[in-house]
């Protein structure tokens, strides 16, 4: 195979997936005005079935323009020869390969998030702010971003230089090396996410005693579950959209609460969803998604390992002198097909979890509150209660709300 076959293969799996996913969109479109089913008509009120509509339409719009511009962008970049200038631009800084590297993808990932912030700000600040969702000031949207770039600086940066390091010690080997650090530091950040990255973002206070907390407490004890750490975090500075969700192991497990799920929930609503996170627990579900995502780690790095060394990847970018970073991004591109099976693969697994988990909360709580609370939350973010199936199956990583409740209902 020439570099340029190599190349024209990247340019079909960019434009195939951009218009698959397209496709998939519109199907889904189709779909926004359908009369709701009977069990979840009393979730909208005919005024806030159309703001819904309305908002799914806008996002539909702008995501079209969005993707657009994207593969607009990628494509000319790619034909331009933009990887062979960039990496020039790198070389010129240093001679050392992890220093190239990490300007490289600094500057690759720097201009990408430039280029693509005035979206993120419309969506923030015209999308969400008509849909009454934002809540987030200007200024701690542009430091979100500085403490964004700071934190793929530090991990990013730290991670890839200690995998170019095994490459150029070990050879074709790495990929056991960098298999070790990766999972170490999946297992790092699955334990202490919460105690140490979350606190940079939003701050994260112990649920308050009360009638709430005693609830909580009643429940856990029922099911056997030690459960002292309980937070509730300030989402509301962003968004009215809520949330939970379970964290850490052992000593480090947790459950935390936004306060907007405080807010828009009752306490039998709030333990119904609480029932569902320890079900993940009890279920194994963490435990499995900690090992599968390990797993599919080592397996993309042994085969990243059996092509990494080849020129071939690096001259189908337009690079002619072949180096780690280049044949990285060659492979990330080749591998888009793989990962988007892989993927559907794990949103099967997901969507039989969240059946297991609500399962888990009915039998030993109660299924109403667990319904009325998913109702709530799915008009409080203006979800969309009849997406295609097609959609579906591609993309969502849980059952859609009509399929929940009638699980529930059994």
Do not use: C
């Not at 969240?354 to 998913?374: G, R, V, W």
């Amino acid at each position: 195979m020439t570099a340029q076959s190599l190349f024209y293969i990247i340019i079909a799996i960019i434009i195939v997936n951009f218009v698959v996913d397209k496709i998939l969109d519109a199907l889904n479109a189709k779909h926004y005005n359908d009369k709701l089913p009977k069990v979840l008509e009393d979730v909208y009120d005919e005024e806030a079935y159309k703001t819904s509509q309305k908002y799914k339409a806008t996002n539909y719009k702008f995501d079209l323009l969005t993707s657009s511009f994207s593969i607009v962008l990628t494509l000319a970049f790619l034909g331009l020869d933009g990887f062979a200038f960039v990496d020039n631009l790198a070389r010129s800084f240093s001679e050392n390969p992890i220093i190239i590297a990490l300007v490289f993808f600094g500057i690759i990932m720097i201009g990408s998030d430039i280029l693509t912030t005035p979206f993120s700000y419309y969506s923030t600040f015209v999308i969400e702010e008509k849909f009454g969702f934002n809540k987030t000031t200007k200024k701690l949207f542009f430091l979100d971003k500085l403490k964004g770039w700071l934190m793929m600086a530090i991990l990013g940066g730290s991670i890839l230089a200690l995998i170019i390091w095994f490459y150029q010690v070990t050879g074709t080997q790495f990929w056991l090396y960098a298999w070790g650090l990766m999972a170490i530091f999946t297992l790092f950040m699955n334990m202490f996410y919460s105690k140490l990255i979350v606190p940079l973002f939003n701050k994260q206070t112990p649920l308050e005693a009360g009638s709430l907390r005693n609830g909580i407490s009643k429940y856990a004890e029922t099911v056997g579950f030690k459960l002292d750490k309980i937070f509730v975090i300030d989402g509301s500075k962003r968004s009215t959209k809520a949330n939970a969700y379970f964290s850490g192991f052992g000593s480090e497990k947790r459950v935390t609460l936004y306060d907007t799920l405080i807010n828009d929930l009752d306490e039998d609503e709030i333990v119904a969803v609480l029932a569902h996170e320890v079900g993940h627990y009890k279920k194994k579900h963490i435990i499995f998604n900690l090992f599968a995502s390990i797993l599919l780690t080592g397996i993309t790095l042994y085969i990243l390992s059996l092509f990494i060394s080849n020129p071939l990847l690096s001259n189908a970018l337009g690079v002619e002198t072949p180096s780690f970073h280049i044949g990285l991004i060659a492979f990330g591109l080749l591998y888009a097909p793989i990962s988007e099976i892989t993927g559907l693969i794990m949103n099967l697994f997901s969507r039989k979890f969240e059946y297991q988990a609500d399962d888990y909360a009915k039998n030993t709580f109660k299924a109403e509150p667990l319904i009325t609370s998913l109702k709530k939350l799915s008009k409080n973010s203006l979800s969309n209660l009849t997406p295609h199936p097609a959609y579906v199956f591609m993309h969502y990583s849980h059952p859609t709300l009509l399929q929940r409740v009638q699980n529930l209902k059994k």
